[in-house]
Each structure stands twice: as C-alpha cells, then as structure tokens.
C-alpha cells in the first residue's frame, strides 16, 4: 500500500542569504525522503527595486562583505567580486515562475539556478538576458522564460505567492510565536526558508531558518511511517543530483545522525573518489567546490 506523501510548502527568495545556507539542508531532506514529501514553491519577492537599500548605504561590496560571514558559518560558496550594481529580487522570482508553466520541477531547478548564480556570480539577475542565461546553464529553456516574466499568468501566479507569504498572521502562528516571521504592514510575512509541513489535515510550521532536525522532527510526527533512506556514499549522492552539490551539501546529506557536518573531512572524501574517476569537480564561488558525477 502506498503511503500518503507530506507535502512541504516551501517559502523563500532567491536573493535571502539566509535560504541560501539552508541548501544543504534541503537536500538532505529531499534525500532522506524522496517521493515521500511532495514540494510547492511560493516566492516571497523580497524586493521589486534597489531604491531602499541604496538609500541606506548598501553597495554592491557590502553586500558580498555579509554574504561572506554566511559562507564562513555554513560553508555554502560565495563569490567575492562584488556586481557592477544592487540587484533586486522580483524579476528573478517571476523567472521561476515562468518556469513553473513547465511544471513544478522546472521551477525548482529555476530556483535553484537563480539562487546559486545569486550568490557566486557577477550576472546581474534582474536582467532579462542573464536570466536566459542561467535558465539555459540548468538545462530549461531560457528564452521562453524570460519572456513569460511579461505573461499576465505568470504575474498573477507571482502576486497570489507575494500574498500568501505575507499571511504568515493567519497561517504561521508558530512562526510568530518563535519570531521567525517579519512585519508587513501590520501583518506577518514568512520570512526564507520558511517550510510548511502538512498531512491528512494537520500542519507543522517551521518558520524562518531552523535547523535540519527540526524538519526532520516535522516529517516524523506527521508521517512516523514514511520510508527513510540512510545516508548515502558521496558518489551515490551525486549519481542523484545531476547537476552537482556543493561540499557543504554533500557534507550535510553524508554526515550520520548525530554528527554535524564534517566540510573538510567531506572534501577530502571526494578528493578521493575524484582521483579514482567516480566525481569531478567545476568551480563555483571562488574555489571548485561543485561537486558532480563522472
């Protein structure tokens, strides 16, 4: 018999530095899981323009200045030539959702795609032409894309996400009662990740960043039943993730239950498998800390 799958309601921006230190985790749950949880993508739209932060002394500098202490604490890569301006969020959000006219896995590969090149590249992705361009690095088509981002479906798509991420006062008291949402014109907004966790009529918020247990403490009490596969080899993670994972990701998917994610010991391991031919690595970032299979 099969077993009911939990559906994970997944609120972000590709542009938070916060969801973007949480990819490792995300993977782990999608390995963990598998078809077991079934994901839904609502884009926040942090921000249609740069005018505000502007105005309050951010440069293209400070902004990977901070980007770096992420990095420092989680070990996700990031770039450290600052763009030529600010970018803001909107534009890519709606790319995703362009992309989602091709079903729920485009989007997510968009997503993904966008976040990546948010943090480890110079393109300027509020432009259409580099918007393109990451979509054609991931494999979805990025002329179509760009062009839906003018689709009246596409905009109305992206403004229901804005809405319901910004009624996290109806929908994700927990996540007020922990102070992981912000305040939005006297209401409550999700703020990135936010994971929302539902099965058979019942809901577990997880607000804002959490740690991965605390996911994994949601999925285990609405679906103690669901199949759970142990942390793979490094090799056979990627085998799995085509289009590659950082050394952080591979660390945080690989590491047993109790022990936290070993970054160098991970790194030494796929030095090993690559000098045995099983996975080579690409640069991403300032370094070659993109991991894919042979």
Same mark, same amino acid.
């Given at each position: ?52 932060? $502007? ?16 990095? %420092? ?21 709606? %790319?995703?959702?362009?992309? $989602? ?21 110079? @393109? ?10 990451? %979509? ?51 209401? %409550? ?55 590659? @994972? ?49």
């Amino acid at each position: 018999m099969a077993v009911e799958p939990v559906t994970v309601t997944h609120y972000t921006d590709p542009s938070c530095p916060w969801a973007y230190s949480a990819e490792p985790y995300l993977r782990h749950l999608e390995w963990r899981f598998g078809d077991g949880l079934e994901w839904r993508t609502v884009v926040i739209g942090l921000s249609e323009d740069t005018r505000a932060r $502007e105005r309050a002394g951010v440069t293209p500098a400070s902004r990977v200045a901070g980007w770096k202490s992420y990095e %420092a604490r989680f070990g996700m890569p990031v770039v450290s030539t600052p763009r030529t301006r600010l970018i803001a969020s909107g534009r890519p959000c709606r %790319a995703i959702k362009a992309a $989602e006219r091709d079903g729920a896995d485009a989007g997510r590969r968009m997503l993904r795609a966008v976040r990546l090149a948010w943090f480890t590249s110079t @393109l300027l992705l509020d432009a259409d032409d580099d918007l393109a361009q990451v %979509a054609d690095a991931a494999g979805l088509d990025g002329a179509r894309i760009a062009a839906g981002i003018a689709d009246p479906d596409v905009e109305a798509a992206y403004q229901r996400d804005r809405a319901e991420a910004r009624s996290a006062g109806e929908t994700g008291a927990a996540a007020v009662a922990q102070d992981r949402a912000a305040d939005h014109d006297g209401g %409550a907004r999700f703020t990135a990740p936010s994971l929302v966790f539902a099965r058979g009529g019942a809901r577990l918020v997880a607000g804002g960043w959490q740690p991965f247990d605390a996911y994994d403490l949601c999925v285990a009490n609405l679906a103690p039943e669901l199949p759970r596969r142990p942390a793979p080899d490094p090799a056979e993670l990627l085998a799995a993730n085509p289009a590659g @994972l950082t050394t952080a990701e591979v660390a945080e998917v690989c590491r047993d239950r109790n022990d936290g994610p070993d970054i160098h010991g991970t790194e030494a391991a796929l030095r090993d498998r690559e000098r045995a031919g099983a996975v080579h690595r690409t640069p991403i970032g300032d370094d070659a800390s993109l991991w894919l299979p042979a």
